[in-house]
């Protein structure tokens, strides 16, 4: 985020999850009941599901300005494929620490 430093991204971070957790209640108990109840239940649903898509697309695309975008730089490819080389061979070539020697860094 551009704007509002580290209270800002806390009060986003809220918002966001309170919007995860009211979508999850949302779609469990209240897209469940209409598809189970009533006639023509399943395309009810699944247009109610669709349109909660499309309006946060359209939040989405009215947020645009406020975002921050990297331009990527390099491979993502190339990335992952030295992540997993070091960690297979850092595994491989780390001697062995018992639970004790783990805990007493």
Request: glycine residues 12%; contains cysteine.
């Amino acid at each position: 985020m551009k704007y509002g430093g580290a209270d800002s991204l806390r009060k986003f971070f809220n918002w966001y999850y309170w919007c995860v957790n009211t979508g999850s209640l949302l779609g469990v108990g209240a897209l469940s009941y209409i598809a189970l109840d009533m006639t023509e239940g399943f395309l009810k649903t699944y247009a109610g599901a669709g349109g909660c898509l499309l309006v946060a697309l359209i939040l989405f695309s009215f947020g645009r300005p406020y975002y921050i975008v990297h331009r990527p730089a390099g491979s993502v490819l190339r990335s992952i494929l030295c992540i997993l080389r070091d960690a297979i061979g850092g595994r491989c070539c780390q001697p062995r620490q018992t639970s004790i020697q783990r805990y007493a860094r």
